[in-house]
């Protein structure tokens, strides 16, 4: 079945940039709609942003718009989170999660219910 290993959290200074990374195993992502989450202390779960499964449709958190880029490379397998001037309320765990669709512009934010598999969780910390 589907694994999904992120990389590339860590400590950041504020308006710094870093870039997320989730790499699937065993199974192509070339069918899975994908997103972006993220968890602060004491918060609830909310979404930063999705990409169909054709990378043609995505979305955004207003939180993050222009700031936050969202894209995949189908040959490497894998679904990037670019990060860009970053500031302390960016500090979260985040993860990434998938869920298997025949629709190639699905793309889902609102309801993390939907998606099936889930990263391990990165953590970004944004502090001077």
């Known amino acids: 079945q589907l694994q999904l290993v992120e990389s590339g959290g860590g400590l950041v200074q504020p308006g710094g940039s870093l870039r997320l990374s989730c790499t699937a195993s065993?199974?192509?992502?070339?069918?899975?709609?994908m997103g972006w989450f993220r968890q602060a202390p004491g918060k609830e779960r909310e979404g930063v942003s999705c990409?169909?499964?054709?990378?043609?449709?995505?979305n955004y958190a207003d939180s993050v718009k222009g700031r936050f880029i969202i894209f995949r490379d189908y040959a490497n397998n894998t679904v990037y989170l670019q990060m860009n001037s970053l500031s302390p309320s960016d500090t979260a765990v985040y993860y990434c999660?998938?869920?298997?669709?025949?629709?190639?512009?699905?793309?889902?934010?609102?309801?993390?219910?939907?998606?099936?598999?889930w990263g391990q969780g990165a953590q970004v910390t944004v502090s001077s």
């Open positions: 999660a998938g869920f298997y669709t025949t629709d190639e512009a699905t793309c889902v934010m609102a309801n993390f219910d939907e998606y099936d598999f």
């Open positions: 065993a199974v192509t992502l070339d069918y899975y709609a």
């Open positions: 990409i169909s499964s054709s990378g043609g449709n995505t």
